[in-house]
Structures are given as structure tokens and as C-alpha cells.
């Protein structure tokens, strides 16, 4: 800003000096026109310096939005992967929770009989839901599907067809997990599970698009299973709608 008053000044200098008449000797400039000459030298520098200093101005300017450009584009990777670390957490303690449920559910009986005759169905399941547990998935499926294939009385057959479809949601077959989820809910409608199953049915629907029956799953979730932490999950899903 000072640069720039210094040139109007020099401009009104100039302007002013134009009305002074010239009396210099013929073939020679008056000190008038050699000032005229110096003011119009140092007017031009002046402008060039001007320009440099506004250049100098948006560059930095230019410099500081880009770093915080920089700064934002860190703040929300690291924001990011925050969110992954602790979705990740909430479901391997959902996972862990379901493991020390199901053993208290079938720590009945002696343990001298456990140890003369040992649950081979539940060996397959303990062996199917560790893969759950360990991310592979795939495995996991075939584990869970040759359980309820061999075993589709056993007390566990819901939890396995709950935690297939659980295991295909995950990997995003989407059309699979819906029919395991379904399949808790014909086949073992009076079970633990079929709250979780009609829950994640709900979320099933709206990943695959279908709106307004995730819609109907979920509120009837909130209706029929008030006061339970799947209604509360229920409820915040349908406030995201």
C-alpha cells in the first residue's frame, strides 16, 4: 500500500511539472524536462516494483492455501482411518461378547460327561465362528453352512445361520446375507437371534437399496423388540434416513 501511494504521488508530481514552460536553449532540455526525465524513471520503477510486490503478495497468499489445503486433506485421512480402527473394534467386541454368551448358554451338563462324550457339533461351530472372528470370512461361510447342513436342530443352529449371514454382509453379498438373515427368522423365530437377524435384515435391505423395506424391518424392530439395544440401534438407523 505504501508503494502504491508513493506512485500517485510521483503521478501528481508529474502531472504538475507538465504545466512548467520550458526555457532551455535551443538543442538542449530545460532542468524542467530534465526533471521530467528523472520523475519518469523513477515513476517506472516505481510501477515495476509495484507489480512485483502484488506478485509477491499472491504467491504467498497462493503458498498459504495450498498448506492448508494440505493441513485439512491430513486432518481428514487421519480422521478416516480413526473411524475403520474403531468400527473395527465395535465388531470384534460384538464378536467376543456373542463367543462368551454362547458359552455360558451351553456351560450346562457335567463336565466328567462333557469329557466322555465332546460335542462334535460344537466343535464345528467354535472351529467356523474362530474364522469368523479372524477375518476369514469365506471360510467362515463354508464352516457355518456344513454345521447347519449336519446340525439344523442343534441348539447353536440359529447363532450359525445368524453369524453366516453376519459373515456375508461383511464381504458384501449383500443377496446371500439376506437369505441367511431370513433364514433365522422362518427357521428359529423364537430365538435370541431373531432380533439381530431382523436388525440386520433392516441394514441388509438398505445396503441393496431397497429403502422402504429397510424402513418396515426396522420399525418393526422398534416396535417389536421396545426397550432392547436393537430397538436403540433400530431407531438411530431410521434417524439417518
Known sequence: MRLVRCVATATLVLSAAACVPL?????QKSPTEIKLDELN????????????????NLFTDLQELQARERELRGEIERLSFELQQLRAQQKNLYVDLDSRLQAVESGGG?????????????????KAFELLKKGRYDQANVGFSQFLAKHPEHELAPNAQYWLGESLYVGQAFDKAADAFEGVLAKYPDSKKARDAMLKLGYTRLAQGQKDEARRLLQQVVTDYAGTTQAKLAQQKLSSF
Open 23 to 27: 526555457n532551455g536553449e535551443p538543442g
Open 41 to 56: 524513471a523513477r515513476l517506472a520503477d516505481m510501477e515495476r516494483r509495484a507489480q512485483g510486490q502484488n506478485q509477491v
Open 110 to 126: 457335567s463336565g466328567a460327561s462333557a469329557a466322555a462324550a465332546p460335542d462334535n457339533a460344537k466343535l464345528a461351530y467354535d
